[in-house]
């Protein structure tokens, strides 16, 4: 019976336990750091309001089909993916899509590693005082400084891809749920503490009204980016959520655990970017400076308070754990899948992987100093060119992964999952684990996964090609 199998690493001891860490795995650097600076970029109200529906509508039928996948399964996606096709009487070829997911994952995981290496800079730096009474321009500068240092960033990235390799080595289950029982509840009181402070700058209405007032001549602009960015930001798309589900007791609820994660992540990126933006009105910054933003605007904040300096390091050090606890579960689904398909020990494995996720990295690290010059994707003037050094447009290293894994590869990865749960798996398969009560609810969801997601997908993508 397919409800009955066992994962062989492990499971969650309760259904809370899952929610954590599925929580700990989307709350990241995605609602912090890159949720505040691609809606700076992509204009504000816009990007957020298309960022909401994208969440709702797309991103939680797909969040439910990877859960759903990986209890059903209890496998790693590409094992889960192949086991259920074969069931149903469909292609084994369903799991090429899960080994996508995995090469994006470990892509994502390249550059998250070295901004999540920044926190761990920037907590050294706070904690040594280099912030107090610092000015807008000297923030600025600072960060400018850092990121032009290869060696400094090849530091930071090796350490938090060595404590990211550390606890998969050990095994999710037991080395997630100790962490985060603490980290993620303070997480949440010190983004509070921040909102606080920037009630206090006096722009706090101009932050507000940045986030929420609607431009809608930007809504296209940001579409496909607000899209890749819902799905980066709940973790789904590659198989992050579908090994954290094949982990998840049998008896408890999908749907409201699920939605509960959901809530948490958008949540924590909308407390981020109202923390954020009235800093960068009341200190004259730019709100469309990119990559920066949050490493620029926090130190204004926690060098000119009281106190600033310790809760800076405590702030920090959440972030650092909030970014580690996401790169744990963007590891996971291969190490999971080689340990499932070979005889090597996990520890080799999560040795192999994390040594190419860092060199990968590298590329990261030297499109902000070494590389900055190289630009790909290149339109100047109208004419197309795929490289150029020194170009004014076009994408950095950084920037082609990025977009290669937001734009494209989550989307489609997210595409797959949903289309593989309601259609190949089928109607009853997805009630029987979805197990809700109220027949006309799961109606709703079914009808969400089934058509609107797939078919939101597909209008996403068509919508900025003919842009
Ligand atoms: N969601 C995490 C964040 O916002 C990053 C992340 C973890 C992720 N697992 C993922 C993104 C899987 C895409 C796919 O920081």
Redo the contacts with the bound molecule.
């Keep these: 019976m397919a409800g009955d199998k066992v994962s062989i690493h492990g499971s969650w001891a309760s259904r809370w336990v899952f929610i954590l860490a599925a929580t700990g795995?989307?709350?990241?650097?995605?609602?912090i750091w890159?949720f505040p600076y691609m809606t700076g970029v992509y204009g504000g109200g816009a990007f957020v309001l298309m960022f909401l529906l994208c969440i709702a509508l797309l991103g939680l039928p797909v969040m439910l089909a990877e859960t759903l996948i990986g209890r059903r399964s209890r496998q790693s996606p590409a094992n889960a993916l192949r086991e259920l096709a074969l069931e149903a009487a469909h292609s084994h070829r369903w799991s090429w899509a899960a080994f996508a997911g995995m090469i994006t994952?470990l892509l994502?995981l390249s550059f998250?590693s070295v901004v999540g290496g920044w926190s761990l800079d920037y907590i050294v730096d706070l904690g040594r005082g280099d912030f107090q009474g610092i000015g807008a321009e000297q923030a600025g500068r600072y960060f400018a400084d850092m990121v032009s240092d290869p060696w400094r960033l090849i530091l930071w990235h090796t350490l938090f891809m060595l404590l990211s390799a550390w606890v998969i080595a050990r095994g999710v289950v037991a080395g997630l749920e100790r962490s985060l029982r603490i980290m993620m509840p303070l997480l949440f009181v010190l983004l509070l503490i921040l909102l606080g402070y920037s009630l206090t700058t006096g722009h706090f209405m101009a932050g507000v009204h940045f986030m929420f007032n609607l431009d809608t001549s930007r809504l296209l602009d940001g579409l496909l980016p607000a899209m890749g960015h819902a799905?980066?930001?709940?973790?789904?798309?590659?198989g992050?959520i579908l090994i954290y589900g094949a982990y998840m007791p049998k008896n408890s609820s999908i749907a409201g655990t699920v939605v509960a994660v959901a809530l948490l992540d958008t949540f924590v990126s909308l407390l981020a970017g109202l923390a954020l933006f009235p800093i960068v009105f009341s200190a004259g910054l730019n709100a469309s400076e990119g990559p920066g933003l949050m490493f620029v605007t926090l130190p204004l904040a926690f060098g000119n308070v009281a106190f600033g300096q310790l809760m800076g390091v405590v702030f920090f050090v959440l972030v650092a754990v909030a970014?580690w606890s996401?790169a744990i579960?963007?590891l996971e689904p291969m190490v999971a899948y080689l340990v499932e398909r070979t005889k090597v020990s996990r520890l080799w494995v999560t040795a192999a992987l994390a040594f190419i996720c860092w060199f990968v990295g590298l590329g990261t690290v030297f499109s902000f100093n070494i590389w900055k010059e190289a630009k790909f994707f290149v339109t100047e003037g109208g004419a197309f060119q795929l490289y150029q050094w020194g170009a004014a447009g076009g994408l950095d290293v950084f920037g082609v992964i990025d977009f290669f894994t937001s734009r494209i590869m989550?989307p489609l990865g997210a595409l797959t999952f949903v289309v593989f749960a309601s259609w190949v798996m089928g109607r009853e398969a997805v009630r029987d684990e979805l197990a809700m009560r109220n027949a006309t609810l799961f109606a709703v969801t079914f009808f969400l996964m089934r058509y609107v997601a797939p078919l939101g997908i597909l209008i996403v993508f068509a919508a900025q090609l003919l842009k």
Excluded: E, M, P, R
């Design positions: 795995s989307a709350v990241g650097l995605g609602s890159k994952a994502i998250y799905f980066f930001s709940l973790s789904v798309g590659v992050s970014a996401s579960s963007l989550l």
